[in-house]
């Protein structure tokens, strides 16, 4: 009996550690916003370098070691999606749109933080049923219609489970400098 309780207990335990998510958060205003910092042998000058070289960011600009910009569209990569979630529990929105979004880094000696805002879906494809929950060809959704509860600052559950572990990749793949890693801030 208290082996079996033990495994309930740790299986809870273990499904709410796997819910939480350090990468995005909701600001008070109720945007949906990705944080993560990486560690970098690079200096200020040399990651800069490296973002605009890349030619996946437009209208780069720099306060002291603070980098702003925007991310072009882009399709939403889901390739690596299958790693944690079946193929075909890709959500409709992610498959159907592009992505645009502007973005912060915040520079010191070794490391760096990039904060995504305001993350755009775009749609890229003619939504043939006309449902109002997917975007029509170059219409424009922010990414808060698909992750927050109704009239609450939560995410939903199918955006925890299903659109998380594939935004987390594409901004990672964005983001991650050839001389980086993961860091605590």
């Not at 309780?5 to 740790?10: G, M, Q, R, T």
């Not at 702003?68 to 944690?84: F, H, P, V």
């Not at 890709?90 to 305001?118: C, G, H, R």
């Not at 975007?135 to 600052?153: C, D, G, T």
Request: charged share 25%; with cysteine; glycine share 2%.
């Amino acid at each position: 009996m208290k082996i079996s309780l033990l495994v309930i207990l740790l299986t809870i335990f273990f499904q709410t550690v796997q819910s939480q998510d350090s990468t995005f958060f909701i600001t008070d205003k109720k945007e949906v916003i990705w944080k993560k910092v990486y560690n970098t042998d690079y200096s200020y000058k040399m990651l800069l370098f490296e973002l605009k070289k890349s030619g996946l960011f437009q209208n780069i600009d720099t306060i002291n070691t603070t980098i702003l910009g925007e991310i072009k569209r882009t399709a939403i990569d889901y390739s690596n999606a299958k790693e944690t979630i079946w193929k075909s529990d890709i959500p409709l929105y992610v498959k159907m749109s592009d992505i645009s979004a502007t973005f912060e880094i915040n520079f010191k000696p070794n490391k760096y933080q990039v904060i995504i805002k305001n993350i755009k879906c775009i749609g890229k494809i003619d939504n043939p049923t006309d449902n109002f929950l997917f975007s029509k060809p170059n219409e424009i959704e922010s990414i808060n219609f698909y992750a927050l509860k109704q009239s609450k600052l939560e995410f939903n559950k199918p955006f925890i489970k299903l659109s998380i572990p594939i935004f987390n990749y594409h901004f990672d793949k964005l983001f991650s400098i050839s001389n980086s890693k993961q860091l605590e801030w």
